[in-house]
């Protein structure tokens, strides 16, 4: 099988390259995408990446992904991860394995930057390694659709946890 992901960011994202490069970077999105597709590419795997500013574009992604036939998904769901219950819902719903990235690491930022609703219905997350964190994330998602985690990992994976 050859795995197919798909790679969404959320709002503000577009503007990578040139929005607060002191804490984003200068790395443009149109370039993390290029580079998802040739680490995907060498992984064997079929990327496909997307963004939006309007949340109900990202559900409407995440809804339709399985059916789409994608395998799992990684999301930058921006300033979303922090305010979206559609986003979770979404998420969820999915079916897929979900991975979670941020360039910068919310827990270290804003206290209001510290809650991810997304994050609840999501397998992992990876924050603070600038665009590294999705390609990270990426890496991540593909050992677990190869079942190539330890198995202790993979148990618990398989069951998120639902709590409140
Ligand atoms: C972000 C972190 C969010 O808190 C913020 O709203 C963003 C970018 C990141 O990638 O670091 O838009 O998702």
Redesign the pocket.
Known sequence: MTPRVLVLSG???QLLGAREPAL?GSTTLAEIHGRLLEVGGAEGAEIEARQSNHEGDLVTWLGEAARDGFHGVVI????Y??TSVALLDAARASGLPVIEV???N?DA?EPF?RRTLVGRACLGRVAGFGPLSYELGLLGLLRHLRREMPPEIAARVEQPARGA
């Open positions: 709002p503000n994202l984003y930058n769901p921006g300033a991860t922090h941020h360039l910068s919310p930022r930057r």
